[in-house]
């Protein structure tokens, strides 16, 4: 059996990531929810749907009871050692949506690894008290390896991944996957779409994610726009190339917005400077999205942002219909409970809930 527990580490770790996703996934419900690859197309339709439904059944009292009734069994323990505000409280209203306690630990200068505690230690407390625990770290792979060793201990708690180093930030993929399904609704959906990314796409650990979720889409074109020294890495095109996704990568903000369906803003990533102020020498002035842009935009094209945003977008965007970034933004607390639900098996009862009372 595919299995964490049945891997070592060692031969774990060396796997690709779309072999590594044969270990987090068991009869498509994620046992831990870590990279953006363990997400078939199938997958992404259940949990927008799921995603929908929970919106629907919480928009009255009696839906919300139930919703929050739902895991009120359940303890969610929020391990955020890396600065977070949406990430963190939308997990943290999710948890609430199903009725889930939550603990937190925001910095580890409060938690027992100031004193020389090892993060594996750490995380084996958490399991003792908590089911399942949402991570965030500045250390790539972290949330992988921390999964490998609850999945070989004697409490297996599903992990989620909240943002891993430079590398993964599968949540946010996946809500940015379920707007663009929802953005699209009337025009045919995410297949033959061309997707726009913007800004510092070297280090930014959404776009990467995001950019693999979208090859399970038909005909999809991804066009990466970016100063030399923040453009797209291999190890994000080589993926592209190896299942056929077609992309292009340019300097040339303005030309690509006539084209687009989507355009998906970042900030510079200044945090991960080698050199102090290295990323301030680069100018990314014309990577910006300006009142002047809306005019070159299409009529049902959205702009994102995952947030937070310095001046990529100007304030005065923000009332265009076509900005749908505070949307998207939402929508990461309703996907994220969907999410825990799936992975607590909770979605039988969720799609049988009938609005109408017994009659
Ligand atoms: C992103 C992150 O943490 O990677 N934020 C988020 O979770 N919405 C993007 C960023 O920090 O730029």
């Not at 943290?92 to 690894?113: M, P």
């Not at 009332?319 to 992975?343: H, K």
Request: include cysteine; hydrophobic fraction near 35%.
């Amino acid at each position: 059996m595919t299995a964490l527990n049945n891997v070592s580490w060692d031969e774990f770790q060396k796997l690709s990531l779309a072999d590594k996703a044969r270990y987090l996934m068991s009869e498509g419900i994620p046992v831990h929810a870590l990279i953006a690859q363990q997400f078939e197309r199938d997958d992404l339709d259940k949990l927008g749907d799921l995603t929908t439904r929970i919106r629907q059944i919480s928009k009255t009292r009696e839906g919300s009871l139930f919703l929050s009734g739902m895991l009120s069994h359940k303890r969610a323990m929020l391990y955020f050692t890396q600065p977070s505000t949406r990430t963190f409280l939308s997990f943290c209203a999710a948890c609430q949506i199903l009725g889930i306690k939550t603990g937190e630990v925001r910095d580890t200068a409060t938690s027992s690894e100031f004193k020389g505690e090892s993060q594996e230690d750490s995380v084996r407390t958490f399991s003792s008290y908590f089911d399942m625990i949402v991570m965030r770290s500045q250390i790539g792979g972290l949330a992988e390896r921390m999964a490998w060793v609850l999945s070989n201990g004697d409490r297996p708690v599903p992990i989620i991944n909240a943002g891993s180093g430079k590398d993964q930030h599968p949540t946010q993929a996946l809500l940015d996957i379920y707007t663009l399904q929802r953005s699209f609704e009337n025009t045919g959906g995410i297949d033959g779409k061309t997707i726009v990314f913007v800004g510092d796409l070297a280090r930014g650990r959404t776009v990467r994610s995001l950019a693999w979720l979208l090859t399970k889409y038909e005909n999809v074109r991804l066009c990466f726009v970016a100063p030399e020294p923040l453009q797209i890495g291999p190890d994000v095109t080589d993926q592209l190339d190896a299942v056929g996704t077609q992309w292009e990568k340019t300097s040339e903000f303005a030309e690509s917005i006539p084209d687009a369906d989507a355009i998906y803003m970042t900030r510079v990533q200044d945090e991960w400077d080698v050199e102090k102020g290295e990323s301030a020498k680069i100018d990314t002035s014309a990577y910006c999205f300006t009142p002047a842009h809306l005019l070159e935009l299409g009529e049902n094209a959205v702009i994102m942002h995952p947030f937070p945003r310095r001046n990529e977008i100007s304030t005065e965007v923000d009332r265009d219909p076509r900005a749908v970034y505070w949307r998207q933004m939402r929508n990461g607390m309703w996907v994220r409970a969907a999410l825990i639900a799936e992975i607590f098996g909770c979605k039988e009862r969720i799609d049988s809930y009938s609005e109408e009372p017994p009659g």
